[in-house]
């Protein structure tokens, strides 16, 4: 006989969590974006750009996971977040660069810099407090897609209430630390965005 290790509203916040982690947050942002910008080729660079911020990261971490360095992808223990952060930013850097010589749309390029400059201000804060990258993400993406499409995108906002909701029921979060992270990546990314498009 097994028994459930989470009650049922954490088995939820678990889902939320996972379903709408900053992988798919950035997948989505960047192609939408992109396809708003130039259509097809818009959403091209989108995937260029989801591949830097989005798949390189997303298998460096399961390769931590497979070696037993990190327990999981939401990677919870400072050390090795501010590992997966270097990362990340190295990667985002790298396509920033190969975006802007390769000629990509300004509006991706400036994307794809807003998420560099977000995450770059979330690893400073995370050598002293764990604020919440999953809520600088999403409230981010959101805030772009705003800028975007127009005052009706505010709506995916209520994703990330749910997803800060999840982020405190699961513990790995305290509530300050989802309300820093959203705040934090509502304003940088959309002044970041605005800015260099």
């Not at 794809?112 to 409230?139: D, E, G, P, R, Y």
């Not at 994703?159 to 305290?174: C, M």
Request: charged content about 10%; some cysteine; glycine content about 8%.
């Amino acid at each position: 006989m097994t028994t459930d290790v989470y009650p049922a509203e954490s088995k939820l916040a678990r889902r939320i969590t996972d379903w709408l982690e900053p992988k798919n947050w950035i997948i989505a942002v960047t192609l939408l974006i992109g396809w708003h910008t130039a259509q097809w080729i818009g959403v091209a660079w989108g995937a260029v750009g989801a591949l830097f911020a989005a798949i390189i990261p997303i298998t460096f971490i399961k390769y931590g996971i497979r070696k037993g360095h990190w327990g999981d992808r939401h990677v919870g223990a400072k050390p090795a977040r501010l590992v997966v952060m270097a990362v990340i930013l190295l990667s985002v850097a790298i396509g920033i660069l190969l975006m802007a010589a390769a000629g990509a749309p300004r509006t991706m390029t400036a994307l794809i810099v807003s998420m560099l400059v977000t995450l770059a201000i979330l690893a400073v804060i995370t050598f002293v407090w764990k604020i919440s990258v999953h809520q600088a993400v999403s409230a981010g993406a959101c805030a772009m897609l705003v800028q975007t499409y127009g005052a009706w995108m505010a709506l995916g906002f209520l994703l990330v209430v749910i997803v800060g909701w999840s982020r405190v029921e699961l513990l790995d979060h305290t509530r300050n630390q989802v309300i820093a992270g959203t705040i934090l990546g509502t304003i940088v990314a959309a002044a970041v965005f605005q800015l260099a498009r």
